[in-house]
């Protein structure tokens, strides 16, 4: 049974940072590109961060490019948000999702191509 466990989300002030993690299990995770996604109350789901399955090559949305980064460690079956600089439009669930197939690309953002989905975590940005 696949499974993906955020966890890391939290209070925090403006400009400041967070860490979430994705623990998975129930699958081969190096072999699956692996994505950040976020929803904010009462809009969407944002893809916002992808990467590659061996973690070579990594994708951002405009709107946390500079400010994210994406990681993988395959070893510990664990995928990484690095959320630097927030900003209180940053407040949102945050979900990890694996790619259906392992030919989905790290860059591909549409949401369909991705099949399993953790609980989120919550990040709240706020002074």
């Known amino acids: 049974e696949v499974q993906l466990v955020e966890s890391g989300g939290g209070l925090v002030q403006p400009g400041g940072s967070l860490r979430l993690s994705c623990a998975a299990s129930?699958?081969?995770?190096?072999?699956?590109?692996m994505c950040w996604v976020r929803q904010a109350p009462g809009k969407g789901r944002e893809w916002i961060a992808g990467?590659?399955?061996?973690?070579?090559?990594?994708y951002y949305a405009d709107s946390v490019k500079g400010r994210f980064t994406i990681s993988r460690d395959n070893a510990k079956n664990t995928l990484y948000l690095q959320l630097n600089s927030l900003k209180t439009e940053d407040t949102a669930m945050y979900y990890c999702?694996?790619?259906?197939?392992?030919?989905?690309?790290?860059?591909?953002?549409?949401?369909?191509?991705?099949?399993?989905w953790g609980q989120g975590t919550q990040v709240t940005v706020s002074s």
């Open positions: 990467i590659s399955s061996l973690g070579i090559s990594t």
């Open positions: 999702a694996k790619a259906q197939r392992t030919t989905v690309v790290a860059g591909i953002s549409d949401l369909k191509e991705y099949n399993y």
């Open positions: 129930g699958f081969i995770f190096s072999s699956y590109t």
